[in-house]
Every structure is written in structure tokens, then in C-alpha cells.
């Protein structure tokens, strides 16, 4: 059993703080306790010194070059170098290391007389040495700082980056539930007075679509098989509301179903279509919709017959793109220089070519 004089609160908050500080600065102990080991077994090798006595040389040396070392980089480095004031950091460093070697060079000296050394001296020789020691060590730990320090910006900037795109990718994803509630809504709608049966089937249809965006879409990407899914009951709502005014024509290719795409890429081209298709009277409305998937490659090919200029379309003159910027931007964000998107709209025609290497 453990005594409880050792379990006083002073030891439980020693230990905590010990605990603290080595796991700040292991890497530092480490460092500095390889160097000192080094030199010392290395002293003692080479000059045939006692290991008590090249220990007590290489504590001098830890001293005077850990304290240049860490003056360099926690205060030199955030002070001067990185506010550009090169000129300063400069004469500082040197200066620095200067009086670094002046206290090892006089506090070597002075051990080496204390214990009767005759080998003591101050000649330039060896206080050079020293000094490009110093030199060699200083800037070797304020490159390592630097080092890391760029290490942990250069993550931290990626975590930025990718958290700033996430968040926008959820925004403009929040964005597409309005528009798409406002474009069935008003099918409805319209169904309503035209025949209460069809509009009973467009609800079982928009129940279908609601529950697929609140329950289905809640991943980065979906199988293109739910994509599609759901792009078949939109296009079935529209066949009901729009009747025989426009020939509708939707194809989906034979190859490959098992990718995976991001949802709601798709069906805002297919809204605007719906949405912009012309509506003459004695000219032919049409939307054509194709889906294909080979090689690697999906394809969505939408076109559409719009209103010559100057139409009359109560109520869609002031109608806003948000739906398709909403997806350019997206297309960016998720499939950047993996995708093109080639929109052209000629007299009486508007298209769109969406492709995506996955």
C-alpha cells in the first residue's frame, strides 16, 4: 500500500504539471539530452578527460547555446524576423551568439583553473571555434522552428480551406430545399384545379422527392441509382403538369449504374428547362433530357425550346438563375478540373453539357 504522505495534493499537482511539461517539450529533452550524452561521451574519448569533467563542459555548453537558441526563436523570430525586420533580427542573432561564446569560452576557462588545468586560455583560435559552433547550431534549431512552424501554418490553412468549403457546400446545398419546394408546390397547385386524381398521384411523388432530400441526402455523394430515382419523379410530376404542351423526351443510358455522384447536380438543369421551355401555341415545346455514363465519364444533356425575345411569359420576366448558379458553384467546389459545363442558349434553343470524370 502506498503511503499517504505521497499522496498529498502538492505531489498530485507536481506530477500533473511534470506530466504537462514533458509532453509540451519531449522533443526538446530529447534533443538537448542526445546532444549533451554526444558530447560528453565524445570528450572524453577524444582529450582523455574524466566523463564527470566533459560532462560538466558540455552542461556549459547546453547553457550558453540553448539560451542564444530559444532567445532566437521565441522572441527574435516572432518579433523581428517576422515582421520583415531583417536588418535587426540580424545584428540581435549575431550579437547573441557573440556573447554566447564569450560565456563559454570564460566559464570553460574558469572550470578548467578551478580544478588546476594549465590548458586554460583565451586564444582567438579556439574562440572562433566556438563561435561557429554557435553559429552552426543556432541557425540548424531557428531552421527547424521555421520548419515546423511552416509545417503547422500550411496544415492549419488547409483545415481552413477545407472547413470554408465545407461550409459552403452545406449552405448552397441548403439552398436547393426552397426552390425545389416553391417549383412542386405550385405544380400541385395547378393540378389541383385541373384534376384532384392526378394532383393525389403528384403528391405520393413529391412525398417520394421530400423524403429522398431529408433522408437519403445527407452524404457527400449518393448512387447515381437515388440521383436518378429521383430525377424520374420530377419528370413524372412535370409529364402530369404540363400534359400534351410539351413533348417531353428523358433517356438514361445502358452503361454503368454503380458510381457515386454529389446530390442535386442534376435535377437544376432539369428544373430550368421546366421552368424556361416555350410555350407556342402552334409551334412544338419540347425538353430533352440524356444521361449517360462510359469510360469513366457522365454525361447530362439537357435542351430545351425557349420563347423567342420579346414573348409574353407573365409572371417569369424577373425569374432568377439561383438555382444554376447555385450548381456552377458546387461543380467547382466538389469536381474542380474534373469537370466542364458547356451552357449555350441559340435562337429558340438553350442547352446545357454537363461532364464529369469521376
Given at each position: 500500500?502506498?503511503?499517504?504522505?505521497?499522496?498529498?495534493?502538492?505531489?498530485?499537482?507536481?506530477?500533473?504539471?511534470?506530466?504537462?511539461?514533458?509532453?509540451?517539450?519531449?522533443?526538446?529533452?530529447?534533443?538537448?539530452?542526445?546532444?549533451?550524452?554526444?558530447?560528453?561521451?565524445?570528450?572524453?574519448?577524444?582529450?582523455?578527460?574524466?566523463?564527470?569533467?566533459?560532462?560538466?563542459?558540455?552542461?556549459?555548453?547546453?547553457?550558453?547555446?540553448?539560451?542564444?537558441?530559444?532567445?532566437?526563436?521565441?522572441?527574435?523570430?516572432?518579433?523581428?524576423?517576422?515582421?520583415?525586420?531583417?536588418?535587426?533580427?540580424?545584428?540581435?542573432?549575431?550579437?547573441?551568439?557573440?556573447?554566447?561564446?564569450?560565456?563559454?569560452?570564460?566559464?570553460?576557462?574558469?572550470?578548467?583553473?578551478?580544478?588546476?588545468?594549465?590548458?586554460?586560455?583565451?586564444?582567438?583560435?579556439?574562440?572562433?571555434?566556438?563561435?561557429?559552433?554557435?553559429?552552426?547550431?543556432?541557425?540548424?534549431?531557428?531552421?527547424?522552428?521555421?520548419?515546423?512552424?511552416?509545417?503547422?501554418?500550411?496544415?492549419?490553412?488547409?483545415?481552413?480551406?477545407?472547413?470554408?468549403?465545407?461550409?459552403?457546400?452545406?449552405?448552397?446545398?441548403?439552398?436547393?430545399?426552397?426552390?425545389?419546394?416553391?417549383?412542386?408546390?405550385?405544380?400541385?397547385?395547378?393540378?389541383?384545379?385541373?384534376?384532384?386524381?392526378?394532383?393525389?398521384?403528384?403528391?405520393?411523388?413529391?412525398?417520394?422527392?421530400?423524403?429522398?432530400?431529408?433522408?437519403e441526402c445527407n452524404t457527400d455523394e449518393i448512387p447515381i441509382g437515388k440521383e436518378i430515382a429521383y430525377l424520374d419523379n420530377y419528370i413524372g410530376l412535370e409529364k402530369l403538369r404540363k400534359?400534351?404542351?410539351?413533348?417531353?423526351?428523358?433517356?438514361v443510358g445502358t452503361g454503368r449504374s454503380d458510381f457515386y455522384i454529389a446530390p442535386f447536380l442534376i435535377i437544376p438543369f432539369v428544373e430550368n428547362a421546366f421552368k424556361y421551355v416555350s410555350?407556342?401555341?402552334?409551334?412544338?415545346?419540347f425538353v430533352t433530357i440524356r444521361l449517360n455514363y462510359q469510360a469513366d465519364i457522365f454525361e447530362l444533356y439537357v435542351e430545351n425550346s425557349v420563347d423567342e425575345p420579346g414573348a409574353d411569359?407573365?409572371?417569369?420576366?424577373?425569374?432568377?438563375?439561383?438555382?444554376?448558379?447555385?450548381?456552377?458553384?458546387?461543380?467547382?467546389?466538389?469536381?474542380?478540373?474534373?469537370?466542364?459545363?458547356?451552357?449555350?442558349?441559340?435562337?429558340?434553343?438553350?442547352?446545357?453539357?454537363?461532364?464529369?470524370?469521376?
Open positions: 500500500m502506498v503511503s499517504k504522505k505521497y499522496l498529498t495534493g502538492e505531489n498530485v499537482v507536481f506530477m500533473i504539471l511534470f506530466t504537462r511539461f514533458f509532453e509540451r517539450y519531449k522533443l526538446h529533452i530529447l534533443f538537448w539530452g542526445v546532444y549533451i550524452l554526444f558530447w560528453t561521451i565524445f570528450a572524453a574519448a577524444q582529450y582523455h578527460k574524466p566523463a564527470w569533467f566533459t560532462l560538466l563542459i558540455s552542461l556549459i555548453f547546453f547553457l550558453g547555446q540553448s539560451t542564444i537558441s530559444y532567445w532566437g526563436i521565441y522572441r527574435l523570430v516572432p518579433v523581428y524576423f517576422n515582421h520583415k525586420r531583417y536588418g535587426v533580427f540580424a545584428f540581435l542573432v549575431i550579437g547573441g551568439i557573440i556573447l554566447s561564446t564569450a560565456f563559454i569560452m570564460g566559464s570553460m576557462n574558469g572550470l578548467l583553473l578551478l580544478f588546476g588545468d594549465p590548458s586554460a586560455s583565451w586564444s582567438f583560435g579556439e574562440f572562433s571555434g566556438i563561435l561557429v559552433g554557435n553559429f552552426y547550431l543556432v541557425f540548424l534549431v531557428i531552421a527547424l522552428k521555421a520548419l515546423r512552424d511552416k509545417i503547422k501554418n500550411d496544415r492549419r490553412n488547409k483545415l481552413l480551406e477545407k472547413e470554408k468549403t465545407e461550409n459552403e457546400l452545406r449552405f448552397l446545398k441548403s439552398q436547393i430545399n426552397p426552390h425545389f419546394l416553391f417549383n412542386a408546390i405550385n405544380s400541385i397547385y395547378v393540378l389541383i384545379k385541373k384534376d384532384t386524381e392526378l394532383a393525389g398521384v403528384t403528391l405520393v411523388k413529391f412525398a417520394d422527392m421530400l423524403r429522398y432530400q431529408l433522408y400534359g400534351q404542351a410539351v413533348d417531353i423526351r428523358y433517356e410555350s407556342y401555341p402552334d409551334k412544338r415545346n411569359r407573365p409572371g417569369e420576366k424577373n425569374a432568377g438563375g439561383i438555382g444554376l448558379e447555385n450548381v456552377r458553384r458546387r461543380l467547382e467546389l466538389i469536381y474542380n478540373g474534373r469537370h466542364s459545363l458547356d451552357i449555350r442558349k441559340i435562337k429558340g434553343l438553350y442547352s446545357v453539357l454537363l461532364t464529369i470524370r469521376m
